[in-house]
């Protein structure tokens, strides 16, 4: 059997679609067919605690006052603040909030002047395949 990467939104689609009371279908059987993992259909999420509300709307305010700062700086400005935490915490919260880093990406693939482009020196009649 092939693995599916279900989406949160398509798994939620899906266990409205299970039927716990069908007389002739199990409740595994439903899941195989709709290629759902059964350990799935009974997950509850675990709400996100208080604290780490509070954090993430920090970050987030801190994010929007200066958004090149990535996670290595958004630990030094909440530790100025008396916040104690991790970078790896810190990346995962950025990460969940959907906040990234702004800044310059590297520019190698940027064709050069055409008066610097070289043409192909390789004769491709002469070449043959062995």
């Known amino acids: 059997m092939a693995q599916n990467n279900l989406s949160c939104s398509d798994a939620r689609e899906l266990r409205k679609l299970v039927d716990h009371d ?6 595994s059987r439903q899941c195989a ?3 759902l993992p059964r350990s799935t259909l009974y997950y509850r999420p675990t709400p996100v605690r208080e604290s780490t509300l509070r954090i993430m709307a920090r970050i987030d305010a801190l994010y ?15 530790v100025r603040e008396g916040i ?3 970078r790896d915490r810190v ?12 800044y310059q990406k590297p520019r190698t693939t940027v064709p050069g002047d055409p008066s610097e482009r070289f043409s ?5 009649k002469q070449v043959t395949s062995t």
């Open 22 to 27: 069908h007389p002739e279908l199990s409740v």
């Open 120 to 124: 192909c020196l390789v004769d491709l």
């Open 84 to 86: 104690p935490l991790s």
């Open 64 to 78: 929007l006052e200066d958004s090149c700062s990535g996670s290595r700086r958004m630990v030094e400005y909440l």
């Open 91 to 102: 990346r995962n919260l950025m990460r969940r909030m959907g906040l990234r880093a702004i």
């Open 33 to 35: 067919l709709l290629g």
